[in-house]
């Protein structure tokens, strides 16, 4: 089994920037991709962005590129979204999750087993 637990979120001015991270347990880091998601309340789940098992490929919602990144550092089972740029719009509980084999990363229906997630709030 593969856990997951989201640390970082917390309450950012617009503009400002904030760092989550996602602890990976249960299975070597490396032997899946991961993709970071967002929901708020009374909306579907949107896929954010996804990196791939070592790192050498990502992947950005069009909303999210030039502001976040994703890198992972697999020596501390950990994936990060870097969120640059904050806007109102970024509000949301944010989550991790995992997938091994090859991956259509934009679809929310191909992956599973999110994490409880992190909330983000952004606001004056």
């Known amino acids: 089994q593969v856990h997951l637990v989201e640390f970082g979120g917390g309450l950012v001015q617009p503009g400002g920037s904030l760092r989550l991270s996602c602890v990976v347990s249960?299975?070597?880091?490396?032997?899946?991709?991961l993709g970071w998601f967002r929901q708020t309340t009374g909306k579907e789940r949107e896929f954010v962005a996804g990196?791939?098992?070592?790192?050498?490929?990502?992947y950005y919602r069009d909303p999210v590129k030039g502001r976040f990144t994703i890198p992972r550092d697999n020596a501390k089972n950990e994936v990060y979204l870097q969120m640059n740029s904050l806007i109102p719009w970024d509000t949301a509980v944010y989550s991790c999750?995992?997938?091994?084999?090859?991956?259509?990363?934009?679809?929310?229906?191909?992956?599973?087993?999110w994490g409880q997630g992190t909330q983000v709030t952004v606001s004056s």
């Open positions: 990196i791939s098992r070592q790192g050498s490929r990502t």
């Open positions: 999750a995992p997938e091994t084999g090859p991956l259509d990363y934009y679809h929310v229906a191909n992956w599973h087993s």
């Open positions: 249960g299975r070597p880091s490396d032997g899946y991709s």
